[in-house]
């Protein structure tokens, strides 16, 4: 009978000690998610930061170029009628 006490005795500490392990190996993988999620939504923020940014872009360029070409409009000679 003490044979079995012990031996179940034994096998409660091991339990308990692999719990323990688990419940810091759980913790130490919850603060890496954390620092993946928050990473993740940097990374969000920039993505969406650039795609405005390029939209700014192209829209300076179309302004550029539509205001070059009303220059260039303006440097023609008037046309020749055909009458």
């Known amino acids: 009978m003490w044979k079995k006490l012990l031996s179940l005795g034994a096998r409660f500490w091991r339990i308990a000690e692999e719990n323990e392990r688990n419940r810091t190996q759980l913790e130490a993988m919850q603060t890496e998610m954390q620092s993946m999620w928050r990473a993740m939504d940097a990374l969000a923020f920039e993505v969406q930061r650039l795609k ?3 939209a700014h872009e192209r829209e300076k360029l179309v302004l550029r ?3 070059e ?3 260039f409009e303006r440097r023609l000679p008037p046309g020749k009628s055909k009458h």
């Open 52 to 54: 405005e940014t390029d």
């Open 65 to 67: 170029l539509e205001n």
């Open 69 to 71: 070409l009303l220059k």
